[in-house]
C-alpha cells in the first residue's frame, strides 16, 4: 500500500509530460485601472473624488458623504457684586469659546447676562446688560470674533440659577451665559469597532 501511494504522484507527473505546452503569445489588456490609491474601496477606473478622507464614508463613485452636525458650547462667566468688569481667569473661557466660533463659521452666539437679586431690579437689569456686553466686546476687540455673530442680552435678576436668599445663591447668580447656535457640514466616517458613536 505504501508502494502504491509512493508511484500514483509518480504516474500523475509521468502522464502529464507528454503533452506539449502551449505558451499564450499575446497577454490580454487591462482596459480598466484596478488600483485604489486612496484606499476608500473603490477602483480608480470609477473613482470622481481623489484623495478621499481615511475612513470617510464614501458612495460609488468614490466621494465621501457629508452630516450636518448641531453643537452647543456652555460658558459661564462669574462676576463680583455689583461689577460688570471680567476677571482675567475668564479669559481662558472666552478663548475657547472663540475658538469653537473659529471653527464653526455659521454659527452665531447669544450672551446672556444676569444679576443676584441684591439691589433694585431696575439697576439689575442694566448691570446685567453690561456684563453681557462686556463678554460680547471682549470676544470681538480681543478674540476677533465679528460683531454680527454676537448678540449681548441682559435678564437683570428675572432668571436665577438658584432662587433664594444666601450668598452662595447670590454668587452664582452673577453670571453670563453663552447660548452658541449653529451647524456645520463634516464628512460622514464609516462605522468601526473604535468608533466611539
Known amino acids: 500500500m505504501k508502494k502504491l501511494l509512493i508511484a500514483l504522484p509518480m504516474l500523475v507527473l509521468a502522464g502529464c509530460s507528454s503533452q506539449e505546452v502551449i505558451t499564450m503569445k499575446d497577454s490580454s489588456v487591462q482596459l480598466n485601472d484596478l488600483r485604489d490609491l486612496d484606499y476608500d ?6 473613482e470622481q ?23 452647543s458650547f456652555r460658558l459661564d462667566v462669574k462676576f463680583a457684586n455689583d461689577s460688570s468688569e471680567l476677571r482675567p481667569s475668564n479669559y481662558a473661557k472666552l478663548e475657547q ?7 464653526q463659521k ?18 439689575n ?10 463678554v460680547a466686546k471682549a470676544l470681538v476687540n480681543d478674540f476677533g470674533i465679528d460683531a454680527s455673530r454676537v448678540e449681548a442680552i441682559g435678564y437683570g435678576d428675572t432668571v436665577p440659577l438658584i432662587d433664594e436668599e444666601s450668598e452662595y445663591a447670590h454668587d452664582v447668580n452673577r453670571r453670563v451665559m453663552a447660548t ?9 466616517m464609516r462605522w468601526t469597532i473604535f468608533t466611539a458613536n
Request: aromatic share 4%; net charge negative.
Open 97 to 103: 469659546l472663540a475658538d469653537f466660533l473659529n471653527d
Open 180 to 188: 452658541l447656535s449653529g451647524s456645520y457640514s463634516t464628512t460622514d
Open 49 to 71: 473624488c481623489s484623495e478621499t478622507l481615511s475612513g470617510a464614508l464614501v458612495n460609488n463613485d468614490g466621494c465621501p458623504s457629508d452630516k450636518t452636525v448641531q453643537q
Open 41 to 46: 474601496g473603490v477602483i480608480e477606473a470609477r
Open 106 to 123: 455659521e454659527a452665531t452666539v447669544t450672551i446672556e447676562g444676569h444679576a443676584s437679586k441684591v439691589g433694585n431690579p431696575d439697576y
Open 125 to 134: 437689569l442694566a448691570l446685567s446688560q453690561h456684563r453681557a456686553d462686556a
